[in-house]
């Protein structure tokens, strides 16, 4: 084994990983998906949204967050970890107010795809049917607060070029929302809808002016289910 | 002492109406109702909606014809984003009124085979156990397998176009999303071996005949039945011809004479006047010049054979001749010769759904045009049931702040308040009692209509219906209750 390489086991396989990576990136390495909803390639993790929990031993932890140790094992395809992935997409889907048909990103949506993953027919818990506001004030940039699952991507990944903050989150609890800062001229801007857009799980940050351009068919999951692309690579492992 | 007669269809879904039939102390009807719940709340529901989310969201509106809607809201998309629906790239155009002949192909289908052709084939007044789709696959399997087809065929072309049989997304403001595909071409003209464009048109012209036949040995019945004199509406081409998809607004009176003709329907304020009577929540619109008493109107097929001034397709146009000579000319205003020029149309979508495939517009060329933003937009299309219309306003964030719809079923409002007062003033005048078969006939007349009640539709074959006689006190003299089959 090469130097700064590791084994673990996942589900009883044996996979090499990279000393450091956390569970997720050394899972995908290995074609074994891992569901994760506010982890981002190659942001800084922020365990949010604990769609990624894994049994290591006797303990749940966010396999985002958790680096990778030598001979580590870890649960992640069990029935009971597949039952409580569902049920964190359910409660996801009634906490907030999300109108699949019409929505923008329907068939690019990180969230409608897990939730076809799962097999989630409908929620089995009630809806909240929490009001909330919709932002469309900036130029490029609709703020939807009713879609957001407060994943924090937006905040960690999409940056003024000086690299200060454009997005934030206000309030705590039930009544945390993601703000924008207007008085950066940057938050005005289409590159800045584009990307916030693009690193978005779900339709709460769209850019104005694109809706339905990608015909039903052609959209990212309308012909794959999500993970399909990282357990495509197993057999090449 | 006055009575009422309550008809109440009873539905599994949301949404029904009721018919209400007073009576005076001789049991002359006095009044006929049709009460309406549907569409309640809709206009509320999008505003504060960014704009594009309209076509999306307003197919909600209505699980059988979706795509009427999608396509009238695009059109009034089309003046947000600046451009006239007429406008638009050819592709654009061509694409979407694909998806709009097949949605008007398998929804006249549906209605006629599917819900109107079980009271032709087996008589009206026949057992309701057999009156229906299921009786017509067991007495009829080969016209059954037929009507399966079709329908099918025009679902096709709308997944085609839009993506989805039911709440795609084909149409953006301003254009249209895709191409058509040369392997969906080849499907629909010669893939399939049991269906495809040419047969659809073989297999409308023998529904025509098939209502034709029935007309000749029913000629009474089918000229009498809850016909009446009305003014009539609908969009026609710049030359006057019937065009289901764009045109201006044509108004007519019973005589033929021009109310209004080539109006632009962003101006449709204008000329209606929707008017709100407090026990129906479906407006009663009528044209402002001529007040509500004598302003209220027609849509549909029957109006639309009786505006337009031709048929841009041979074979529908010959049938359009002999159904025009049938009444010399003049506008046709019986009832149960709406299913006669829905098979019309029928045969008119298959032709240009035919003629439109092998137009090279629909594989390549521009999807999508822009224009100026504009605040307001009013979009109008002949949906399958008549003239519909959506109206919108839009605010400098684009989030929708208004929004007005004149939906087909609407117009005919009082058209078939009108029928339910023919048959009661026919089948009950002067008796105490509900007689045998009035629910049927209740039904037949408010079924020509094609209504989007979901009543009328949703259930197989017959709508399930309850007649209440009541005195003054609401005490119940007499009771007929059918259930659904
Ligand atoms: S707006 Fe999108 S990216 Fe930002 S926190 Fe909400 S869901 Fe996550
Ligand atoms: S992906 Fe690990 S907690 Fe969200």
Known sequence: ?237 | MSRKITIEPITRVEGHGKVTIKLDDQNKVSEARLHVVEFRGFERFVQGRPYWEASVLVQRLCGICPVSHHLCASKALDRIVGVSSDELTPTADKMRRLMHYGQFFQSHVLHFFYLASPDLLFGVNSDPAQRNIVGVIKAFPELAKKAVLMRKFGQEIIQATAGKKIHGTGAIPGGINRHLTVKEKDHFISGAADYNANLMVDWALEGLELFKSYHKKNQTWVDGFASFESNYMSLVRKDGALDLYHGGLRAIDSEGNKIFDHVDYQEYHKYITEEVRSWSYMKFPFFTSLGPSKGWYRVGPLARLNTCDFIPSPLAQKEFENYKAYTSGKPNGNSMHMHWARLIETLHAAEMIRDLLIDPDLYSGELEKKGSRRSEGVGVLEAPRGTLFHHYKVDENDLITMCNLIVSTTSNNEAMNRSVKWVADHVLDGQSEIPEGMLNQVEVAIRAYDPCLSCATHAVGQMPLIVNLEDETGKILDQKVRDGV
């Open chain 1, 1 to 237: 084994m090469e130097q700064g390489h590791i084994k673990i086991n996942i589900d009883g396989r044996e996979i090499i990983a990279k000393e450091g990576q956390s569970i997720v990136q050394a899972a995908r390495d290995n074609g074994i998906f891992i569901p994760t909803l506010c982890d981002f390639k190659s942001l800084q993790p922020a365990g949010t949204c604990r769609m990624c929990l894994v049994k290591v031993g006797e303990r749940y932890v966010s396999a985002c967050t958790t680096i990778v140790s030598q001979g580590m094992s870890v649960e992640n395809e069990s029935v009971e970890l597949k039952e409580n992935r569902k049920s964190l997409i359910e409660m996801l889907f009634v906490e907030g107010n999300h109108m699949c048909p019409s929505c923008e990103k329907s068939g690019n949506c990180q969230l409608q795809a897990l939730a076809y993953r799962y097999q989630m027919t409908a929620p089995r818990y009630p809806f909240s049917f929490t009001q909330r506001k919709i932002d469309a004030s900036l130029p490029y940039l609709v703020v939807e607060h009713n879609r957001c699952i407060q994943c924090l991507r937006c905040v960690r990944g999409v940056k003024a070029k000086d690299g200060h903050d454009i997005f934030g989150f206000i309030d705590r609890g039930g009544a945390i929302h993601i703000s924008v800062d207007t008085t950066d001229t940057e938050a005005a801007t289409e590159v800045i809808a584009q990307k916030a857009m693009d690193i978005c799980p779900v339709g709460a940050l769209i850019k104005k002016g694109g809706a339905y351009r990608v015909p039903i068919g052609e959209r990212k999951y309308d012909n794959e289910v999500i993970g399909s692309d990282v357990e495509k690579e197993r057999d090449k492992v």
